[in-house]
């Protein structure tokens, strides 16, 4: 069946250095959809990107994701971590009719 | 923009009692979902309706059922819980099914003593 494979459990990062969360997937949709939600303390998920797009590269709030169809894969980076993106990162995978979710990667920035 | 609403925001009930969650849209969208975040925070769906038709009846004990009045509107009730239903119970709604983006309520904490 569908799955979502996110780094595992904590990433702490000193800010100003660079961000990278990785996402793959597995599916046997043949256009799927991929996404990335912010979760931070106390609040609800919010989306922060979304692609269908095979190799283009989609921007937001300082983030980027590129999906590559041909790796399973949906990497969000940001080219310099701030104190306030410290939060819970989760990768969704548009399965046909729900939005099924990774575990979550937890991105820790300190000073 | 909060345009879906949760109600209760925290519930503490006993093993075995009845409880029932509310949400509502404003957004004018087609389908409703419920999530449960459990303690490790997995994120997992339960149910997903698209214009007050089940669509997604994901592996959930049958204690758990939904309802749906109209499409702006998705219940959850839980009928006698259990210690593994402590969570948050998000509801999230979207234009279409998951292709889209979605819009997550405040979401219900319930603990069960």
């Known amino acids: 069946g569908d799955s979502v494979t996110q780094t595992e459990g904590l990433v702490t990062l000193t800010e100003g250095l660079p961000v990278m969360l990785n996402c793959t997937y597995q599916?046997?949709?043949?256009?799927?959809?991929l996404f990335w939600y912010v979760q931070h303390l106390n609040e609800s998920p919010r989306l922060l990107l979304k692609s269908f797009t095979d190799n283009k590269r989609t921007e937001h709030q300082g983030f980027h994701a590129t999906l590559h169809k041909s790796s399973s894969s949906f990497h969000l980076q940001k080219s310099s971590a701030q104190l306030s993106d410290s939060a819970l990162y989760y990768c969704a995978l548009n399965s046909g009719t729900y939005q099924r979710f990774g575990t979550g990667t937890k991105l820790q920035v300190v000073p | 923009e909060t345009a879906v609403f949760q109600t209760p925001n925290y519930h503490v009930t006993q093993v075995g009692n009845e409880v029932s969650f509310n949400c509502k849209q404003t957004l004018g969208h087609d389908t409703m979902y419920w999530y449960k975040q459990d303690s490790k925070k997995l994120l997992k769906i339960m149910f997903s309706y698209n214009n007050k038709q089940l669509i997604v009846n994901e592996t959930v004990p049958r204690r758990f059922s939904p309802q749906s009045s109209d499409k702006a509107h998705l219940n959850l009730r839980i009928k006698s819980v259990e210690p593994e239903d402590s969570a948050v119970y998000l509801c999230?709604?979207?234009?279409?099914?998951?292709?889209?983006?979605?819009?997550f309520g405040a979401g219900t904490r319930l603990s069960v003593l």
């Open positions: 599916t046997i949709y043949s256009n799927p959809f």
């Open positions: 999230a709604s979207s234009p279409d099914r998951g292709q889209n983006t979605l819009y």
